[in-house]
Nanobody
């Protein structure tokens, strides 16, 4: 089984960029659909972006569309979340998750099998 490990979070000012990385141990991420989620204090975990394991399709949630991009580097066994023009509302713990099966709803956390520990992103002036 795969174990996702997130990195790249931090404290940044509004308008700057961050790139989060999801590396994997135990198995190659090629075999998994990968999703990025975030959870702010007092809020539910929400899907941010998704990369299919089968057809190369990608999805980005509406609140971050045009600012966030998901990509894979199979040579590094890593999935990235590029976040541009960060806003205070983007402040949250960001999680990487992997799924073995074809997903019906990529933004549903219950459809994922393996989760990382998360990396904190704080956007504040």
């Amino acid at each position: 089984q795969v174990q996702p490990v997130e990195s790249g979070g931090g404290l940044v000012q509004p308008g700057v960029s961050l790139r989060l990385a999801c590396a994997a141990s135990g198995h190659t991420l090629d075999y998994y659909a990968v999703g990025w989620f975030r959870q702010a204090p007092g809020k539910e975990r929400e899907g941010v972006a998704y990369s299919s394991r089968t057809d190369g399709s990608r999805h980005v949630a509406d609140p971050v569309k045009g600012r966030f991009t998901i990509s894979r580097d199979n040579s590094q066994n890593t999935v990235y979340l590029q976040m541009n023009n960060l806003k205070p509302d983007d402040t949250a713990m960001y999680y990487c998750a992997a799924a073995e099966s074809i997903l019906f709803d990529w933004a549903d956390p219950d459809e994922y099998d393996y989760w990382g520990q998360g990396t904190q992103v704080t956007v504040s002036s």
